[in-house]
């Protein structure tokens, strides 16, 4: 049973920053791609930014140069530095594991961002 635990979520005002994090726990393969979504209130739920058990990383257009993924495979942890906070960038940050060699996907229980004055 794979778990996925987020962290760090909260309100913060436009321009500010905040730091998510998400914990793995289990068994899963070594490779695999871990990575951020978020959705808002009536909308889909979109990519954010991705990374690779090898560090390859992607990111979705309105997030990039603000928001940074990363991960500490010895801690089986992930990251996301958010910068300069939006108000669009409101909505809840869920936490996803895909793994390639299992052909599964997991995900965390999701954690609220909110970006107000």
């Known amino acids: 049973q794979v778990q996925l635990v987020e962290s760090g979520g909260g309100l913060v005002q436009p321009g500010g920053s905040l730091r998510l994090s998400c914990a793995a726990s289990g068994r899963f393969s070594s490779v695999n791609r871990m990575g951020w979504y978020r959705q808002a209130p009536g909308k889909q739920r979109e990519l954010v930014a991705a990374i690779t058990s090898t560090g390859n990383t992607a990111y979705e257009d309105s997030v990039k140069g603000r928001f940074t993924i990363s991960r500490d495979n010895a801690k089986n942890t992930m990251y996301l530095q958010m910068n300069s906070l939006k108000p669009e960038d409101t909505a809840v940050y869920y936490c996803?594991?895909?793994?390639?060699?299992?052909?599964?996907?997991?995900w965390g229980q999701g954690t609220q961002v909110t970006v107000s004055s």
């Open positions: 996803n594991l895909d793994d390639h060699a299992l052909g599964r996907q997991y």
